[in-house]
Every structure is written in structure tokens, then in C-alpha cells.
């Protein structure tokens, strides 16, 4: 739980940061507007309790991008990215002493970061930046594949299987880190980000089976954006 309240308190700090005003900030003014697309892979996995045993789990996200630049503080570039993304979570059981046994449940999900975008670099160039910052999710459906008898086998938690998902809201934590190419054709993104939620996809009280069903996600994501105003 001390965990969970440090995630929520930066999450509380950094929205503060973006709702300040500009004539609040400290640094050399800048109004660089930003939309474009980005894609990659997410590699999932859920946080169970009971455990369950899984391996990670491939999906797919993309979506539209925007970001603001609003000044430029010393050496780091500061402003504020938003994202409308339709992403694949879910998880992938793995029993190394049954591998007839398989389940898989892919869960899809239009997914809105809200990122402080802090960037390190020349403004034309090559630019290192950081993404931090709140992410909401809505649940659209989801799909699953299974194989094995797993009547014969005791011990092994199965009551996820056929449990429908009780909270379609999804929310947690976002961040990642990476390159920059700024060219005049554009600018070009590589970013690694990791999300961790802080809700349950299931029922959490105390009648419910799992105290605990939570998205994890590792995302390998590349963007290209082009300049609205500079």
C-alpha cells in the first residue's frame, strides 16, 4: 500500500506540473505544437493474487499523438504529451510440469496517457527525453484461447478462465524514456515505456476470488510527429 500511495503522489505532482500555467514556469518560452502516429508492441503480463502462473503475453498499440513544448529551462526542453491509443493487455498461463495446459486472454483497451515530456538535446537534432505521468483506460472486449484437459489437474488456480471482467475502467502510471531524431521531414521517435495499474480488472472485496488482478505492460513504441507551430 505504501507503494501504491508513493505512485498515486507523483501522479498527483506531475498533472500539477502540466496545469501550470506558462507565465508561472521559469525559462525561455516556447508555443511548438506537435500531432502524429505512433505503433509498437506491448509484451503483458497481470499481477495476480492468488498467484497465477504466466509468461508474457505480445500485443499490439497505436494511436494518435499530440504534444506541447512550452519552454526550454537551462538544457531541458519541457512540455506535455497526450495520446489516444488503442493497445493489447492481458496475460499468457505457462506450467512448465503441464505443457499440454494453455490459456491465453488477450483484453483490448482505448488507452489515454496524460505525459510530462522532458527532453534533453539540441531542438534540432538528436534529442534524449523522459514520459511520466497518468494513464486511463477503457476495456472494449476481449478474446481467449485454451487447450488441455485441466479437469485432471488440482492445485492449479482456473477461476480467471471463465470470469468475466467486473471493472472496465482501467487506471495507473506511466513512463518511459527515449531518442529523438529532429529533421525538416519531421521527427522521429523510439520510446520504451512501462505501465503499471493501480486498479483491478476483477472484483477486489473481500467475497471476490482475487485480491489483486492488475495490467502490467513493457511497450516498445516508435512515433513520427510533424510541427503544427514552432
Not at 501522479?11 to 502540466?18: I, K, N, R
Not at 506558462?22 to 500531432?35: C, D, K, P, W, Y
Not at 488440482?154 to 475502467?169: A, L, P, R, S, Y
Request: charged content about 20%; proline content about 2%; aromatic content about 16%.
Amino acid at each position: 500500500m505504501k507503494a501504491r500511495n508513493l505512485i498515486r503522489a507523483v501522479a498527483l505532482l506531475l498533472c500539477a506540473y502540466m496545469a501550470l500555467p506558462t507565465h508561472a514556469q521559469v525559462g525561455e518560452l516556447r508555443q511548438n505544437f506537435a500531432i502524429g502516429v505512433s505503433g509498437g508492441v506491448n509484451m503483458n503480463s497481470v499481477s495476480f493474487s492468488p498467484t497465477v502462473r504466466q509468461k508474457n503475453l505480445m500485443g499490439i498499440n497505436g494511436g494518435f499523438v499530440a504534444r506541447y513544448i512550452s519552454e526550454k529551462y537551462f538544457s531541458m526542453i519541457c512540455g506535455a504529451q497526450v495520446e489516444v491509443n488503442f493497445s493489447q493487455h492481458g496475460w499468457d498461463e505457462f506450467y512448465e510440469d503441464y505443457p499440454d495446459l494453455k490459456y491465453t486472454r488477450t483484453m483490448n483497451y482505448v488507452e489515454i496517457p496524460f505525459l510530462a515530456h522532458l527532453a534533453f538535446g539540441k531542438e534540432q537534432g538528436m534529442q534524449f527525453f523522459i514520459h511520466a505521468g497518468p494513464q486511463v483506460g477503457f476495456f472494449l472486449g476481449d478474446s481467449y484461447t485454451m487447450s488441455g484437459n485441466w479437469g485432471d489437474f488440482t492445485g492449479i488456480t482456473v477461476e480467471q478462465h471463465d470470469k468475466k471482467v467486473d471493472n472496465k475502467f482501467d487506471y495507473g502510471i506511466a513512463g518511459g524514456a527515449g531518442v529523438e531524431l529532429q529533421t525538416k521531414a519531421g521527427n522521429f521517435l523510439l520510446e520504451g515505456r512501462y505501465y503499471y495499474a493501480l486498479s483491478d480488472f476483477y472484483g477486489n472485496t473481500k467475497k471476490d476470488y482475487f485480491s489483486r488482478s492488475a495490467h502490467g505492460t513493457i511497450s516498445i513504441k516508435l512515433a513520427y510527429l510533424f510541427d503544427l507551430k514552432k
